[in-house]
């Protein structure tokens, strides 16, 4: 039996370790102004991470910019960036993050135009891809490269529970989160050599501006027939896994699935 003084000793010895576990790490996370993404990166800022924040529109950015300053100190910078323009990727790491040495890269930037295949428009069905999978494999792309020089990184993409299982009325979304699911396996086959991890996190239902506009009969009707835990997960949830991840040395190429039961 451990003394009181023991247990608070232990306690301490965690917390302390908890803080500090990405001191002097650069982690770079993209839709990081709102949701998972931001979730995502305070975790990282809370453990002594110096975060990139990467989000579409400039003046989201400049606001969480600034709220990691007042909250966490010094050494954390936002982007305003469109990862579903490939030219605005290759541009970003060729000025901004030119010669920024990335530790960790969350791929969280995402996107749904929700709709029966047979309705949605021809942009709705670019975006969501250009986004959603060709966005992540861009900055994947960029960042793997300054990982592989010095062989060291750990890259979590952000895919989702109907990339597994499929939804109806989500079919180009499912599909470009079972594409994201299949490249984090494959670059985890090309990265694995060069000590560079590559994983994804599969969240459910979670409550975020999307899950918000589901109608309440039928989010009722989701917790009743579909999640066996009875409620949509939380952002932290998500946030939790991939700091799990990010420190899990020896796990590679896999996809956490975090959805309270929903795929059982």
């Given at each position: 039996?451990?003394?009181?003084?023991?247990?608070?000793?232990?306690?301490?010895?965690?917390?302390?370790?908890?803080?500090?576990?990405?001191?002097?790490?650069?982690?770079?996370?993209?839709?990081?102004?709102?949701?998972?993404?931001?979730?995502?990166?305070?975790?990282?800022?809370?453990?002594?991470?110096?975060?990139?924040?990467?989000s579409?529109q400039?003046e989201?950015?400049?606001?969480?910019?600034a709220r990691f300053?007042?909250?966490?100190?010094?050494?954390?910078?936002?982007?305003?960036?469109?990862?579903?323009?490939?030219s605005?990727?290759?541009?970003?790491f060729?000025?901004?993050?030119?010669?920024?040495?990335?530790?960790?890269?969350?791929?969280?930037?995402?996107?749904?135009?929700?709709?029966?295949?047979?309705?949605?428009?021809?942009?709705d069905?670019?975006?969501?891809?250009?986004t959603?999978?060709?966005?992540?494999?861009?900055?994947?792309?960029?960042a793997?490269?300054?990982?592989?020089?010095k062989?060291?990184?750990c890259?979590?993409?952000?895919?989702?529970?109907?990339?597994?299982?499929?939804?109806a009325?989500?079919?180009?979304?499912?599909?470009s989160?079972?594409?994201?699911?299949?490249?984090?396996?494959?670059?985890?086959k090309?990265?694995?050599?060069?000590?560079?991890r590559?994983?994804?996190?599969?969240?459910?239902?979670?409550?975020?501006?999307m899950?918000?506009?589901?109608?309440?009969?039928?989010?009722?009707?989701?917790?009743?027939?579909?999640?066996?835990?009875?409620?949509?997960?939380?952002?932290?949830?998500?946030?939790?896994?991939?700091?799990?991840?990010?420190?899990?040395?020896?796990?590679?190429?896999?996809?956490?699935?975090?959805?309270?039961?929903?795929?059982?």
């Amino acid at each position: 039996m451990l003394s009181r003084g023991a247990w608070t000793l232990c306690r301490q010895v965690h917390t302390n370790v908890k803080q500090n576990a990405f001191s002097n790490k650069i982690a770079l996370v993209t839709g990081a102004s709102r949701g998972i993404g931001l979730a995502i990166a305070e975790s990282f800022a809370q453990r002594g991470a110096k975060v990139i924040l990467v989000s579409q529109q400039p003046e989201r950015a400049k606001a969480v910019e600034a709220r990691f300053l007042s909250s966490f100190g010094t050494g954390h910078q936002s982007i305003a960036l469109d990862i579903s323009d490939r030219s605005s990727v290759a541009e970003a790491f060729k000025n901004q993050l030119k010669g920024v040495s990335i530790d960790y890269l969350v791929n969280a930037a995402g996107v749904s135009r929700d709709g029966l295949l047979v309705q949605l428009k021809d942009q709705d069905i670019l975006d969501t891809i250009n986004t959603n999978l060709i966005g992540t494999m861009s900055v994947s792309q960029y960042a793997a490269k300054t990982m592989m020089r010095k062989r060291s990184g750990c890259i979590i993409n952000i895919t989702s529970a109907v990339g597994i299982q499929g939804n109806a009325g989500q079919s180009v979304y499912s599909a470009s989160k079972a594409g994201v699911i299949g490249f984090t396996k494959a670059l985890a086959k090309e990265l694995g050599p060069v000590n560079v991890r590559v994983n994804c996190i599969a969240p459910g239902f979670i409550e975020t501006d999307m899950t918000n506009a589901i109608p309440d009969g039928k989010k009722e009707e989701l917790l009743k027939s579909k999640i066996s835990l009875k409620r949509f997960g939380s952002t932290q949830d998500v946030a939790d896994a991939a700091m799990f991840i990010a420190q899990a040395d020896y796990m590679h190429g896999q996809t956490l699935v975090i959805d309270g039961g929903l795929n059982l």
